[in-house]
């Protein structure tokens, strides 16, 4: 019986592992070297087979937006070709359920590490980046967006050292944690209401 229920065990772990890793169409060192035309093709690749489909029409358009944020952006690229899937998501009005299930993916993999290889790990901790930075304007707001910020920050995840070196290997990047980063965002916003008073006050003096 203990043998069976091991053999079990190991069986969910590398079906898992196998099958989220799968989710990704890339991982973040591979989406680094694409350039705009190379990633503009993705996009409209995946609006295309979007298109076609007679069912599940957003699921190529979740592939392609998990890439788009996966992808490093010190280039600021996101804004120049995530136009296209947002607003066919939104006319299936599928949006913030996609970002919502992008979110708890990258979440659910973060906190099950040991099923990820490090590369993984750090692309979905770029992905939940990105994604903290795109939203960060509208997080003061009680909204879709803050509530994404709180998800994230409630989950308490911890990056492995592995991924910690994977990254500073690849990228000569430190990483923080994406709940911390959220966190951060969080109490900015929380505190900005009550400071900017006191702000103009000192300005008048």
Same mark, same amino acid.
């Given at each position: 019986?203990?043998?069976?229920?091991?053999?079990?065990?190991?069986?969910?772990?590398?079906?898992?592992?196998? +099958?989220?890793?799968?989710?990704?169409?890339?991982?973040?060192?591979?989406?680094?070297?694409?350039?705009?035309?190379?990633?503009?093709?993705?996009?409209?690749?995946? %609006?295309?087979?979007?298109?076609?489909?007679?069912?599940?029409?957003?699921?190529?358009?979740?592939?392609?937006?998990?890439?788009?944020?996966?992808?490093?952006?010190?280039?600021?690229?996101?804004?120049?070709?995530?136009?296209?899937?947002?607003?066919?998501?939104?006319?299936?009005?599928?949006?913030?359920? +996609?970002?919502?299930?992008?979110?708890?993916?990258?979440?659910?993999?973060?906190?099950?590490?040991?099923?990820?290889?490090?590369? %993984?790990?750090?692309?979905? %901790?770029?992905?939940?980046?990105?994604?903290?930075?795109?939203?960060?304007?509208?997080?003061?707001?009680?909204?879709?967006?803050?509530?994404?910020?709180?998800?994230?920050?409630?989950?308490?995840?911890?990056?492995?050292?592995?991924?910690?070196?994977?990254?500073?290997?690849?990228?000569?990047?430190?990483?923080?944690?994406?709940?911390?980063?959220?966190?951060?965002?969080?109490?900015?916003?929380?505190?900005?209401?009550?400071?900017?008073?006191?702000?103009?006050?000192?300005?008048?003096?």
């Amino acid at each position: 019986m203990n043998k069976s229920n091991f053999l079990l065990t190991m069986f969910a772990v590398m079906f898992l592992g196998g +099958t989220a890793h799968a989710g990704l169409l890339f991982n973040y060192s591979q989406l680094a070297l694409k350039d705009l035309d190379q990633m503009n093709q993705l996009v409209s690749d995946k %609006v295309k087979e979007s298109k076609k489909s007679s069912s599940g029409k957003a699921v190529p358009l979740k592939e392609a937006l998990q890439a788009v944020y996966a992808r490093p952006n010190d280039d600021e690229m996101i804004e120049k070709v995530v136009s296209p899937l947002r607003s066919n998501l939104d006319e299936l009005e599928s949006w913030e359920k +996609t970002i919502s299930q992008l979110t708890d993916e990258a979440i659910n993999a973060l906190k099950n590490p040991r099923a990820f290889k490090p590369v %993984v790990q750090v692309t979905y %901790v770029i992905f939940l980046e990105n994604l903290l930075a795109e939203i960060k304007p509208h997080a003061k707001n009680d909204g879709f967006e803050r509530k994404i910020a709180e998800r994230i920050r409630d989950a308490k995840i911890e990056v492995t050292k592995d991924a910690i070196s994977e990254r500073k290997l690849r990228m000569m990047k430190d990483t923080t944690s994406p709940s911390e980063i959220a966190g951060s965002i969080l109490a900015h916003k929380n505190e900005t209401p009550s400071e900017k008073p006191a702000e103009s006050a000192a300005s008048e003096q």
